[in-house]
């Protein structure tokens, strides 16, 4: 796609691009079935979930997990998560945003805490990918913030993107934390993992559909 001094989104993906919020509740209530845990409901995990992951599950054990815990709760996680991603697709309208912003003559990337190698031929097998100047994933552990992710993104990105003209768009506080670790805008909506109070704790919009997201982060790119 060449050099690009416009605009930028940096994408998330689960929750965001990927509507795999039922894939998330289910493969949830599988990990907390490990513990003896009762079923969450989306409202509930709306409201609980945080990043590092093992925070949320203390919030419902009222203490942290072991170690030990949080590898079997992490592992049963994955492996369910997978079994239902089958079912999901991407969020109303992705494809229409994806292809709007790119014959703008503006440049996107996806950074995810999924799994690289997984994330991918994900992104792939449904069509998308050259609409993005790069593709990455987690690399490590499961469970971190995306803050240190976000650095090495946008450092790949390097003469090609303006930390002060990009615009990370995801579903969770840790977006928008991550984007403020770099020096980059934030937009946050909410279909996916956070309710709308959590996301606005996080001091940068909040929008309730992902072409309204597309709109601010123009709004706020230009404005740089």
Same mark, same amino acid.
């Given at each position: ?19 795999d919020v039922d894939a998330v509740i289910g493969a949830t209530n599988a990990a907390f079935a490990e513990l003896g845990l009762a079923p969450i409901t989306l409202e509930r995990y709306r409201e609980l979930y945080c990043v590092p992951v093992p925070r949320f599950y203390e919030r419902l054990l009222g203490r942290l997990p072991s170690q030990a815990e949080w ?9 369910? /998560? ?13 494809? +229409? ?9 503006? =440049?996107?990337?996806?950074? =995810?805490? /999924? ?23 987690? &690399? ?17 990105? @390097? ?30 909506? &909410?279909?996916?993992?956070?309710? @709308? ?10 929008? +309730? ?13 230009? =404005?740089?």
């Amino acid at each position: 796609m060449g050099t690009h001094t416009d605009a930028h989104i940096v994408w998330d993906w689960n929750g965001t691009l990927f509507h795999d919020v039922d894939a998330v509740i289910g493969a949830t209530n599988a990990a907390f079935a490990e513990l003896g845990l009762a079923p969450i409901t989306l409202e509930r995990y709306r409201e609980l979930y945080c990043v590092p992951v093992p925070r949320f599950y203390e919030r419902l054990l009222g203490r942290l997990p072991s170690q030990a815990e949080w590898e079997v709760m992490d592992a049963v996680f994955h492996r369910h /998560y997978t079994e239902h991603r089958v079912r999901c697709g991407l969020a109303d309208g992705v494809e +229409d945003l994806l292809t709007g912003w790119v014959a703008a003559g503006r =440049s996107q990337s996806i950074l =995810s805490m /999924y799994g690289h190698e997984e994330l991918v031929p994900l992104v792939e097998d449904f069509g998308i990918s050259s609409h993005f100047v790069r593709v990455d994933g987690r &690399t490590g552990p499961s469970g971190g913030s995306k803050a240190e992710h976000m650095v090495r993104h946008l450092d790949a990105l @390097r003469g090609t993107v303006d930390p002060r003209r990009t615009v990370v768009i995801g579903d969770a506080a840790d977006d928008a934390l991550a984007a403020l670790h770099v020096g980059a805008h934030a937009v946050l909506w &909410t279909g996916g993992s956070h309710g @709308r109070a959590g996301l606005e704790a996080a001091g940068v919009p909040v929008v +309730d559909s992902l072409s309204e997201a597309v709109a601010e982060a123009e709004r706020l790119a230009v =404005s740089g």
